[in-house]
Structure formats: C-alpha cells, structure tokens
C-alpha cells in the first residue's frame, strides 16, 4: 500500500511535469530550476509523508513558539 | 512586470470578501462563543479593527513603494539579506496558512457530507482548480470572484430569511453582563482571520485605479465585519446557550430550517455555495504566495510554479495535523498569534521603519 | 526523428500513466444509491436490561409509500412502514446490530421524529440525545416525544388518516396543541438556566374501536434530564401560554347573570414575562394579549353590543388569568420543575442577582411571586349577529 502510495505520487509528479515542462520555453532557465526544485522537494516531502506520518513539521515548530501566546489570551 | 493583468478596486474587494469569510464562518462563530458567549454578535466588531489597520499598513506602504508587492518593498526596507529571509518566513506563513484553510475546508467536507471519502482527495481537488485559476492570472481570479459573489451573498440572505420563524431574539440578553472582555477574547480567533487582509498589499500593484484601494479595502473589511456579526445574531437567536456546542453552527443552522415541512434540508445548496466561497479564497491566497515566490526566487513568469506549490500546499495542509481536533487546537490557539505576529507587527515594524527612512532625507 | 520519438514516448507515458489514474477512481466513496437506504422516519428509545438501550427504527417501504394515495381500499394488507428493534449498549451499537438484519444501509437524515419511551426518561436522556447532535446524518428538527409505556408500540401504530406514526407526531408537534419540541430546543433546555424540561406526553389511542392513533396528552415534567412527572392536557394549556407558544385554544365559560356557555376561538396571543426582584422577593408578572372571535353562543346575550362585549372581556380575562394560576400553582408546588422559563427570564433583566441564586434555583423556583395580567379583545361575532333560533324579544341587550 505504501509503495502504491508512493507510485501515486510519482505519478501525479510526472504528470505536473509532462504538462508544464513543454510549456517552457529555452530562456526560462531559472524558472526551470525553480521548477524542478520546487517539485522534487514536494516529491520527496510526500514520499517522507508516506513513511513517516507523524514526521514534524513546521506547524510543530509554531506550536512550540506560539502556544504559549495563545494559551495565555484564551484564559 | 510579472503579472500583466490588471483589476480594479471594487474587484480587489469583491476578492478579499471570502478570503476572510470563505473559511472564516464555517467554525469561527462557535469559538467566539464560547468565550464571549451571548456577546459573541459584539466580537467581530473588535476583530475588525485589525483588518482595518491591516488595509491601512498596506496601503501606507504601497504609497512609499508604488508598484511593488510586500515581498519587493521587504528587501527595499531590511536590505537584501534581512529582506529575503524574512520573505521567507511569509513564504512559509502563507503556504501554511493556505494548507490550513484548506484543511478546514476539507475537515468540514468530509466530516458532514463525504464521511468515507478520503481527506486527501478533497483537498487535492480544490487545489487542482484552484491552481487551473491561478495559473489564468489575477483577472481571472477576479472575475471568478465577481461571478460567485452574489450567489454567495445570496445564499446567505436566503438562510437568513428563511430562519426567521424559529428565531429568538431574546438570546441577545443580558447584553454585556460581564463588560467588554468575553467580547474582546472572543474576537481573537477571527480577528487572526482578519489580519489575513494584508494580503491586499499583493494586490494593489495590479489596480487600475490605485487611489481607491484604501476606500474599497476599507469597504471590504467593513462587508465582511457585518457579515460576521449578522451571521453570530443569527446563530445566537437560533441556538442560544448551546451554540459553541456545535463545531459547524452556520451550517447546522441551516440544516434547521423547515418552512411548511416541504422548503427543508437545504443543507446541499449551502454546502455548494461555502465550496465556491472556499475555492475564491483558495484561489486568492495561493495567488499571493505564486507571486511572492515568484518574485523571491526573481522569476520572469509565474505559472510555472503553480502546480509545484499547490502540491507543497496539500502536503502543509495533511502534514502534522492527523485530526480535526488537532486542526482546531492549531488554527483556534495558536494561529490567531501567528497571524497576528506576521500579518500584523512585521508589516507595522516595516511601516515604521520606512517612514523613518523616509524623513532622514529630510531631516538632513 | 529524434523530436518525433521524444514526443511518442511523451505521449505514451501520459497514456500509461492515465490508465493507472484509473486505479484511483475505483472508489466514490461515499456513493449510496437511494434504492439501497432504509429511510428511518421515526426512532424509539426504550431502556433494556442491564443498562442497554432498545433501539426501534420504523422503516419506510417505498413501494408502499409512493403508490398509498392512489390505491382505494383494496390492498389493506400493504403496510407503508416496517418497525425494527435492536437491543445494545450505545444507539449506535444497537443500530449496528439492527444493520445486520435490514439489508438496506439504514440512513436516519429523514428522521422526523424521536420517542423516548417513559422508563428511559426517568432514568435520564441526556446521554442518549448526543448521538443525535453528533452523528452527521439526523437531523435538529426532529421532534422529540415521551411515550406512555415503550416508545416501539408507538411506532407500531398504523394510522388511518396518515401513511405513518411518524407523521402523525410530525403533524401533532407542528400544530402546537400540546408542547412542540426539537431536537435543538431539547439541548437548549438541558444546557440552559432552568434546569428543567418538558416534552409533549403521548398516547396509543384505541378509541374508537378496532382503531388505532396517536395522541398528545399532555407533558412530560424533566428534572435536570429525569423525568419527574406527568401534567394533563389543561394544564399543559397553562404552560404554553406562559411559554408564549400557544396557537391554538378554545376558552369556555358561562357568563355572569347568563344561562349558557360561550366559545371562543384564539385568534393570536402573546405573553411576556417581566421578572422583578424587590427586597428579594422575586416576582414574575406575565403580560398576557389574546385577540379572539367568538364561534359559539349559548346565551340569550346580543354579542353585537359593545357594552355587553366588554364586560365578556373582562371575564374572558378573568379566565385566562386563573387557568394560568391553576397551572403555576400545580408545577410550582408538585414538579418543583421551571418549565415556564422564569429562570431565563431572571437571567436575562438581572444577571447579577441570578448569578447567586443560580445553584439554588430548585429551591427558589416554588417561592417566585406570578402575576398574571391579561388582555382579552373579542374581535368578532362570527356570522351571526343576535343569537339564532330565539325570538327577538328575548335577545338580552338589544
């Protein structure tokens, strides 16, 4: 299940290229970078998803620095 | 530039409506009423106040940076360094406050209508549409706004109207019974909605008529204010003491309704209006962060990144959060300070500093 | 060459890929089809043994509910509605057991109503409503009832005038002749200042003979969520004006100095309760305003005199004021019971002072003052003016 998951992804990932890297023309370097990286990072996010849902993430990160904050005016 | 569109002000208003109200009304009225319990119709009077000032930092700081967006004028006020990291921090803030918006929306989907459908197929559905908007640019945007907005706003009219019968107005009493305070904590949770109205501040580089943006801004945050208190009236008159009990008021409120047993369970048509509402606000929100990364990374052309980012933001929107009651604890405690934090004191602080950069010239 | 290979391969990973999309389509998961729900009208709640609960569901058979208006006498023996039953721990465990023996997915968003058998009640409700406000499918506006007896038999009951009990109740509630309670105003009741609760009493009728229907009969009495007692229908008559829900009544009574009754019908009223503390004594005037026609007279009085109308007002008043008092003085001295929403009343002119009451409110109850001060307008004849069938010398004010 977890590698099908994984194949999904790849899949909607291989789709989101198909149909933009065409639309990009030569001179759009740096957009094809900001392309790629952006889709490789959502990529191996999903995958480490997959794996490990529980994985921390930056909502944790705010919870820990705001939470203090917020209890304090809810009480 | 990168957006070759252009909109008018009454159209940027049209725009920020649902941003604000989209997700805002399907479960912030029970958290005002738990703390403000029946002053709860007096809260978003408080909360509004920082979407004013909100609509006014941007607009004062749009006056000193013309033409630029908050991520372009941030590197003009910290410098390039200081500017790019806290550009950052908003790149970061909106993608997780899109997810969150999302999630709720799709917490709200799922948890009263598609029970057994997955969460994740709800989200990656508005997302993929949302993006098809974004990727047609900010007039389409626009225009998709301007078409579900009457619809919207009359929807709620007809709950409204068609409630009245098993209305009690004297829930509304005792009135203040506790002073201003319950009012005053009950207003913030939605007063971190309202501070999402700095997102303005992306979108008055592309007006057509600049000058008005302050005034329609301002109408902006006043519609939606009334929004919010007529729709917490109306939640107070129909469910009294027992209002916060219920995660989704509005909409069980809706779902009350029964004129002549056959005009019932208009549930379905309310849950399709607050879906259209959702995708505008979506739509909005994911426009502003295409842009800001757009122009952080220093792109010529936006659209590439629009599938890319969409799916970073239905990841925000699963990772961390395994439940909606770990959605509500995050968006009802700690995002109101968050939001407050970077939507709110980070742009004041770059106001000040720009208008002290602005008179040492002078002062010389 | 190269471009045109580039672009085959292109096209058929696009090809293969959409054809594994597919996989994904297997399920709409949340797809029913309506030929695959049993559509529950009506709910029963009944106390089994050891702290279980008996769950009983009436069914409606399609096939028998679309075709009932059309088909004159003949098939008798189709009835419109099924009754279930299902005994378990939870309403949810009990209705996963009824699942099992109902081969339609069982959906309760056309729940209507929900009864709640007499033993249940005593025991307290409380614990069981929450399935109700927390399951997505029923609905609020479900009226809720309590049975005489066990709720199933209710349910049971074939109707001759409606397709169903369900109905029955739905139409009784939405009439108002007795109290009329939904799901939401039960929780609000339960949350809220009074501590007490009311909900329309009903009744397996088999008068006439060989028939069977439904009646509301006065008004179950809660304490916190535990029935306490049971009022009649004059009574209830009483609360409802006080609750300011009253629409339909007919007051009788005989006139002063006449031989014979008069009727009238009420047309509209309005109560309000204005609470007032004074030297701590806590004082309630109700504000009473009927508008009503007369439709029926006995007497020799010509009610198209002015005069005579309004001294009929003045002991229409009269009458109103004292079934009101009848009824404060029973729930005030026997239930111990708010009904009335002083509470709510208090709460809402004096925060501060009901703040300190508020735990003791069982006991302050029974000592509140009540006022009533009511307004009658006769506002018509009807058709006729001097009473029919006597001779005009005879006619009293003329």
Not at chain 3, 33 to 44: K, P, R, W
Not at chain 3, 283 to 294: L, Q, S, Y
Not at chain 3, 334 to 361: C, L, N, T
Request: glycine share 6%; aromatic share 12%; net charge positive.
């Amino acid at each position: 299940m977890k590698w099908a998951s994984v194949l999904g992804i790849t899949v909607v990932v291989m789709l989101i290229t198909l149909y933009e890297w065409p639309k990009m023309t030569k001179n759009l370097k740096k957009e094809k970078w900001a392309f790629v990286t952006l889709t490789m990072a959502g990529w191996l996010l999903a995958v480490l998803l997959v794996f490990l849902p529980s994985l921390p993430g930056p909502n944790d990160l705010i919870d820990m620095i705001f939470k203090p904050f917020g209890k304090l005016l809810q009480e | 530039m990168i957006e070759k569109g252009k909109i008018s002000a009454q159209q940027m208003a049209i725009m920020m409506y649902p941003v604000i109200v989209g997700t805002g009304i399907i479960s912030v009225p029970a958290v005002s009423a738990e703390y403000a319990k029946n002053d709860l119709w007096i809260s978003p009077l408080w909360a509004a106040l920082i979407g004013f000032v909100a609509v006014y930092i941007a607009f004062q700081l749009h006056k000193f940076y013309p033409g630029q967006t908050i991520m372009q004028y941030t590197e003009h006020i910290m410098g390039r360094t200081l500017g790019k990291i806290l550009g950052f921090l908003y790149l970061v803030f909106y993608i997780q406050m899109n997810g969150g918006g999302i999630r709720i929306y799709a917490e709200f989907v799922t948890g009263v209508l598609l029970t057994k459908t997955p969460i994740i197929v709800v989200i990656s559905t508005i997302v993929l549409v949302c993006a098809f908007a974004v990727r047609g640019g900010v007039e389409v945007v626009a225009r998709v706004a301007q078409f579900f907005f009457p619809l919207y706003v009359l929807s709620m009219v007809v709950i409204i109207v068609l409630l009245f019968p098993d209305l009690n107005y004297k829930n509304i009493f005792p009135i203040l019974a506790d002073g201003l305070i319950p009012s005053m904590r009950g207003a913030i949770v939605p007063g971190g909605w309202f501070a999402e109205f700095i997102l303005v501040s992306v979108l008055f580089p592309y007006l057509t008529n600049v000058e008005k943006g302050r005034k329609w801004g301002m109408i902006s945050v006043f519609s939606v204010m009334m929004t919010f208190m007529v729709t917490n009236l109306l939640i107070l008159f129909v469910f009294g003491e027992t209002t916060s009990r219920y995660l989704y008021p509005l909409f069980t409120a809706s779902r009350y309704i029964s004129i002549a047993d056959f005009l019932q369970k208009l549930d379905p048509v309310i849950m399709a209006m607050w879906v259209a509402g959702s995708f505008i606000k979506f739509s909005v929100v994911f426009y502003a962060l295409v842009i800001c990364t757009a122009q952080w990374l220093n792109l010529s052309n936006y659209r590439p990144i629009v599938f890319p980012l969409g799916f970073l933001t239905i990841l925000f929107s699963i990772w961390g959060v395994p439940s909606k009651m770990v959605e509500s604890e995050y968006n009802f405690i700690v995002f109101p300070v968050y939001s407050f934090f970077v939507q709110i004191l980070i742009p004041l602080l770059l106001l000040s500093i720009a208008f002290f950069r602005r008179r040492r010239p002078a002062l010389r | 060459m190269n471009t045109i290979s580039l672009k085959r391969a292109v096209n058929l990973m696009l090809t293969f890929s959409i054809c594994l999309l597919t996989l994904f389509l297997t399920g709409c998961w949340d797809r029913v089809e309506i030929n695959d729900l049993a559509l529950v009208m009506a709910t029963g709640l009944d106390k089994a043994n050891d702290n279980n609960i008996e769950l009983s569901v009436q069914l409606a058979i399609p096939k028998a509910m679309g075709g009932g208006q059309g088909m004159v006498g003949g098939h008798g023996g189709d009835k419109p509605t099924i009754v279930e039953k299902a005994t378990g721990k939870t309403i949810f465990e009990a209705m996963s057991r009824l699942q099992e023996k109902v081969s339609r997915r069982i959906f309760w968003g056309h729940n209507e109503v929900i009864i709640i058998g007499e033993k249940l009640a005593r025991e307290g409700i409380q614990r069981h409503i929450d399935f109700f406000t927390r399951h997505p499918s029923p609905r609020e506006r479900s009226f809720v009832f309590v049975a005489k007896g066990k709720a199933i038999d209710t349910l049971k009951v074939i109707p001759d005038l409606e397709r169903s009990s369900a109905e029955i109740t739905r139409e009784l509630a939405n009439f108002k002749i007795g109290m009329s309670v939904t799901l939401k105003e039960l929780v609000q009741m339960l949350i809220g200042n009074t501590r007490a609760a009311a909900l329309p009493w009903i009744e397996v009728e088999r008068e006439p003979e060989n028939k069977m229907g439904l009646r509301v009969n006065g008004t179950a009495v809660f304490k916190k969520d535990k029935m306490v007692g049971r009022i009649n229908d004059k009574v209830t008559r009483g609360v409802l004006w006080l609750r300011n829900e009253i629409k339909l009544s007919a007051v009788t009574f005989e006139p002063k100095g006449a031989e014979g009754q008069i009727s009238f019908n009420l047309l509209r009223s309005h109560t309000e309760l204005i609470p007032k503390i004074e030297n701590g004594k806590w004082k309630i005037t109700a504000k009473v305003v009927t508008e009503d026609d007369v439709v029926e007279n006995e007497t020799k009085l010509n009610l198209m005199n002015p005069k005579i109308v309004k001294e009929i007002e003045k002991q229409l008043e009269q009458e109103i004021d004292d079934r009101i008092l009848m009824t404060v003085k029973l729930v005030q001295e026997e239930m111990e019971a708010d009904i009335f929403g002083f509470a709510d009343a208090f709460y809402r002119h004096y925060p501060d002072q009901w703040s300190k009451v508020k735990d003791q409110w069982d006991e302050k109850f029974p000592e509140v003052e009540v006022d009533i001060k009511s307004n009658a307008y006769i506002r018509r004849p009807g058709m006729s003016t001097s009473p029919q069938g006597i001779p005009e010398n005879e006619v009293k004010g003329k």
